[in-house]
Each structure stands twice: as C-alpha cells, then as structure tokens.
C-alpha cells in the first residue's frame, strides 16, 4: 500500500519533517522565501493527502474543492486567516495551527519593536552607519521613555499576556482590550480591561496584538488614531489588514500620533516604495515576529507532528476544525 502524499509549500529543514516522512510521501516546494506559484499548488493539492502551509498561502473555496484527497493542512503559523476553515470544516478536512510555542517568541518581538520605535534604535544605528554622527549633541537621536508609560494592548490572548508580562518590568501601567476578559492576566500583570476607545486615549503605546477577523478588520482608523495621545506610538505585530495604511500614514504625517512600529502590512512583502517606508517616524521590520531558529523550526516539527497524526487516524495537538 503507497503511503499518502504531503506537499509543504517552502523549503524546510529535512531533520524537521523527518518524522512525516516515515507515514507520508514528502515533496517540497524548491524555495526557501519565494512562494510556491498559486498554479504549481493547485496542482499539488488535487494529490496531496495533506498540506504544510504558510500563512501567505491562499487556501481557499476554489483550491479545497479540486483537493478530493485533502485530509489535513498544517498552517506553520498561530493565525489562519489564509484558510477558509469553514469550508474545509464542511469538506471533513482538519485546520490545524501552531499555538503556544510561538507565544514568547513573538511577544519578545513586540516588545523589541515598541522599544526599537521609542528609542529610535534603527534610526541611530543607521545615523553612525551612514557618517552622521559627529559628535555628541544633548537631544541627539532622542527618544522617548518607556519604563512607567502606560501599555495599551489589544487583543489579550497568550501573546498579549506574554508582551503585559514584559511590561510590569519596565514598570508599565497595563491596560488591555478583550472581547473576553481575561482574568489571569489581570491577576498575574495587573492588567485593567478597559474599552477600545478608553485604550486608545490613556496609552503612551498601543499594541495590537489581536487576530484577524470580520470585526478586528481595518479597527485601527483616522478616527481611532485621532483619539490617541500625540506621542503615543502604535505597534502592530498581528495582521496588516486590522489598520487602514492610509489612514496610518496620515495620522503620523498629521501629527495624531508619534509613529509606529510594524511587523506586519496588508499586502506582503512591503515593496520598497510603499508610502509608510517613507516616513522617518516609521520603524518596519519584514513579518518576524516568530522568527527566532528554535521557535520556527518546533512550529515545523509541530505542523508534521499534527498532518501525521491526521494520517494515521489520530487526534493532532493543535486542531482548529
């Protein structure tokens, strides 16, 4: 009896899906950071018994129907934004993702960003790089504080409990928006659930750390940045399409608000002459905010853990359907 046929969509470590080879027929797409053509995976999942996926794969209404033999996906991410889990749900085809061992990891990111906006770290780094620096000045590359500030986060989850834990050490005030409350961190960080708005108006830094839904979709607008205070600085380490750029943009040129820190936009890769990369005010970063070596390659061992464990008729970790 041949084994059943996975196809993952980048070029991952072998080590890393060592295990899924010995239940499944393995092929992969031939690029590390290109990714695989919508015609070359179309093609793949009409065969494919399982799929390891990445979030910029678009597996939707038109792929899951051609995919006849398509028992489970494996999104190597947290999110499943990419996936219409519905219908794959409909068409008895298990979702699963990868939780929990990304969740320090990307809130390091968070913190790192909102500090990097702050400090001006990337900003100063390129003022030596460049020859700029010719000697001390006393508000040369100055920044502003974050130990003290109030932390405004959005989206209270693991990853948001994780960045509030962050905070307490740089003795920040923690308030957060929920669309539950969530008690433990308000116990363990001492975290205050408040209303958007409320969030938006008393925070120094507003994090959005929320997921991607129909009602977390373009939330961050003119209006909400407008309610923010003027040096207050928005990060968003979630999805791109939770702000509206242009209003974005706009806000930080009209003075609403300081700047921004983002590890995600609306359309990825960012091109180089996308309007946001030009502001002096912006610090950009290229969609890492699990990318640390040990972090990607358990979400690696994790997604061929669960399509095994869908192959051999088993319960996977990480179900989302």
Known sequence: ????????????????LAKLKETANVEMWEKEEEPCPRKVLLEKAREADGLLTMLSDKIDQELLEQAENLKVIANLAVGYDN???????????TVCNTPDVLTDTTADLAFALLMASARRIAKAADYIKEGKWKGWGPLQMAGMDIHGKTLGIVGMGKIGTAVAKRGTGFDM???????????????AHGAKHASFDEVLEQSDFVVCLTPLT???????????????????????????????????????EDGLIAGAGLDVFASEPIQPDH???????????????????ETRLKMMELCSRNIAAVLKGKQPETPVT
Do not use: C, W
């Open 1 to 16: 009896m041949s084994k059943p046929f996975v196809y993952v969509t980048r070029l991952l470590p072998e080590d890393q």
């Open 83 to 93: 996936i219409d889990v519905k219908y794959a749900a409909s068409k008895k085809i």
């Open 173 to 187: 005030k923690i308030l957060y928006h929920n669309r539950s409350r969530n008690k433990a961190a308000e116990e």
């Open 214 to 252: 129909e009602e977390t979709k373009e939330m961050f607008t003119y209006e909400a940045f407008k309610k923010m205070k003027r040096k207050a600085i928005f990060v968003n380490a979630s999805r791109g399409a939770v702000v509206k750029e242009d209003d974005l943009k706009r806000a930080i």
């Open 275 to 293: 309007p946001l990369l030009g502001l002096r005010q912006v610090t950009a970063l290229p969609h890492i905010g699990s990318s640390s070596e």
